[in-house]
């Protein structure tokens, strides 16, 4: 079970936007900033956003991040075949004084 | 060009300790704001933090495996070494190192290609 939680699958098709949400609590997401992470099968995770809606250079602008009280969202517009692959949230968990992982959500590009 | 590579056994067997080391380079982990920690995936599930180790050598454990992880760094030569005791079948996952970039924080912006390791005797 993950202190973070997101839904455990998602899917879309080509061009169409998809949401995958991210729900925390007071100790992680209401008071720290959300990063995300892309993991493209069989492949080491990849920093998607940090600071709840940075880009790191090179990621595209499609991918867009954003949070409100103890909920964080990442959103991928422009769906592309590329973008099949596990889509972690990721916090700094004041309680438990470490980081907390969301459960991942598979995306399908249908 | 900041790379981090992780080396350690394999196989273990169940009861033993396993130790792994994170070799980079690109970074110093005497430069302020820099960490780097452990986090671990289980075949076909999600990431799991473990520990983290930052340039003031404070360190910070998952409270889940704390008393069974050790994390340590050597700085003149660009490694972090994760110890975990008492290893068990559960703990077959592939174990990956990464930057931290911030204090307190799970940015995470460079990451290790991982090291399979499996517990069974």
């Known amino acids: 079970q993950s202190v973070l939680t997101q839904p455990p699958s998602a899917s879309g098709t080509p061009g169409q936007r998809v949401t995958i949400s991210c729900s925390g609590s007071?100790?992680?997401?209401?008071?720290?900033?959300v990063n995300w992470y892309q993991q493209l099968p069989r492949t080491a995770p990849k920093l998607l956003i940090h600071n709840n809606n940075q880009r790191p250079s090179g990621v595209p602008d499609r991918f867009s991040g954003s949070k409100s009280g103890t909920s964080a969202s990442l959103a991928i517009s422009g769906l592309q075949s590329e973008d099949e692959a596990d889509y972690f949230c990721?916090?700094?968990?004041?309680?438990?004084?470490?980081?907390?992982f969301g459960g991942g959500t598979k995306l399908t590009v249908l | 060009q900041i790379t981090l590579k992780e080396s350690g056994p394999a196989l273990v067997k169940p009861t033993q300790t396993l130790t792994l080391t994170c070799t980079f380079s690109g970074f110093s982990l005497s430069s302020r704001g820099v960490g780097v920690g452990w986090i671990r995936q289980p075949p076909g599930k999600a990431l799991e933090w473990l520990a983290v180790i930052y340039w003031t050598d404070d360190t910070r454990y998952s409270p889940f495996l704390k008393n069974r992880v050790t994390i340590t760094r050597d700085t003149s030569k660009n490694q972090v070494v994760l110890t975990m005791a008492n290893m068990d079948p559960f703990d077959t996952a592939t174990y990956y190192c990464?930057?931290?970039?911030?204090?307190?924080?799970?940015?995470?912006?460079?990451w290790g290609q991982g090291t399979l390791v499996t517990v069974s005797s």
């Open positions: 990464a930057q931290s970039a911030d204090l307190w924080n799970a940015y995470l912006p460079y």
């Open positions: 007071s100790s992680n997401i209401g008071s720290n900033t």
């Open positions: 990721a916090a700094w968990d004041d309680n438990l004084d470490g980081v907390v």
